[in-house]
């Protein structure tokens, strides 16, 4: 089995971080500073009788000039060609208070969407709890929370993903 899978979402939330634990390499460039990926960066994972194929993107956010719509339109169009999409979100950020349009629109592309919950080393159990509840309306395949720093759930979001390539 090998499938493409997309991870998408905020700046900063971790989906470099994610990729190059995934990969066990540090293929991506990390960085505190949004903006850091610019271009969308491939990255194979092989597991016994499963290849992952994963896209790093850069964070979808408000575009100001024509570099940053390019970015956006790079992750927004990587939704629409891979088989499986990772909706990355910190839970430093809280609960969902409000709309998400990111979200929403990730969501219109119509593949199965993972909700992935990043830097869960950061928080207590009680709040994770609160934003997994914050979420529930969502229409999400799988919510799996990890830590892409620790490496805690990364291994269980490997075998989940594995079952729908
Ligand atoms: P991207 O913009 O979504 O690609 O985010 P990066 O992967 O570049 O990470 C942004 C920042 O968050 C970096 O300083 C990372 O070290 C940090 N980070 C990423 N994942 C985690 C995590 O699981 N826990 C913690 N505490 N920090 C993380
Ligand atoms: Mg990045």
């Known amino acids: 089995r090998s499938g493409f899978v997309g991870i998408i979402g905020r700046p900063n939330v971790g989906k470099s971080t994610l990729l190059n634990r995934v990969l066990g390499q ?86 199965p969407l993972f909700l992935v919950i990043n830097k869960i080393d950061q928080v207590p159990r009680p709040r994770l709890l609160e934003i997994i509840e914050s979420y529930r309306s969502h229409d999400f395949a799988e919510t799996i929370p990890v830590s892409a720093l620790t490496g805690e759930g990364v291994d269980g979001l490997l075998q989940t993903i594995g079952r729908y390539l």
């Not at 500073?33 to 790093?56: H, S, V």
């Not at 891979?82 to 979200?103: C, F, K, N």
């Open 26 to 111: 540090k293929i991506s460039i990390t960085s505190n500073k949004p903006q850091t990926t610019r271009n969308r960066i491939l990255g194979i994972c092989n597991r016994p009788g499963e290849q992952m194929l994963f896209l790093d993107t850069p964070g979808i956010h408000q575009a100001r000039g024509p570099l940053h719509r390019y970015m956006v339109e790079q992750a927004l169009s990587t939704c629409g060609g891979v088989d499986l999409a990772l909706y990355l979100i910190e839970a430093t950020s809280g609960p969902l208070r409000r709309a998400d349009e990111v979200l929403e629109r990730v969501a219109a592309c119509g593949r």
